[in-house]
Nanobody, 114 residues
Framework: VQLQACGGGLVQAGGSLRLSCAAS????????MGWFRQAPGKQRELVAG???????NYADSVKGRFTISRDNAKNTVYLQMNSLKPEDTAVYYC?????????WGKGTQVTVSS
C-alpha cells in the first residue's frame, strides 16, 4: 500500500486547510486511517483517526476544530483543519492499517503563522 498526501501549506492563525491522502495498491484490506503530526523537537502524535465504519477519535488539542473523514470508494482520508493555531505547526503524516501492518505517507508541512 502506498500513501500520497497533499494539502499542506502556510496559513495565518485562524485560517483553514484541508489535507487529503489517497491510498493505492492493495487497498481492499484497509482498516483504520488517520493523521499524525510531528513538530520540531517533539514526538509524533495522533491527531485524528477513523475506522472503516466511520468511528472517529481526536486528540484533545484539536477537538472542535479538526474533522476527519474518509471516502472508502476512493481509498482517501481527509483532514479539515479550521481555526488553526501556531501550535498546530508540524509535519502531518497520513497513516493506515491493513492486515495488521501500519503504512505511512511521506508527510506534508503545515505552518501556521501568528
Amino acid at each position: 500500500v502506498q500513501l500520497q498526501a497533499c494539502g499542506g501549506g502556510l496559513v495565518q492563525a485562524g485560517g483553514s486547510l484541508r489535507l487529503s491522502c489517497a491510498a493505492s495498491g492493495s487497498t481492499f484490506s484497509i482498516n483504520s486511517m488517520g493523521w499524525f503530526r510531528q513538530a520540531p523537537g517533539k514526538q509524533r502524535e495522533l491527531v485524528a483517526g477513523i475506522s472503516r465504519g466511520g468511528s472517529t477519535n481526536y486528540a484533545d488539542s484539536v477537538k472542535g476544530r479538526f474533522t476527519i473523514s474518509r471516502d472508502n470508494a476512493k481509498n482517501t482520508v481527509y483532514l479539515q483543519m479550521n481555526s488553526l493555531k501556531p501550535e498546530d505547526t508540524a509535519v502531518y503524516y497520513c497513516w493506515l492499517t491493513a492486515l495488521g501492518v501500519d503504512y505511512w505517507g511521506k508527510g506534508t508541512q503545515v505552518t501556521v503563522s501568528s
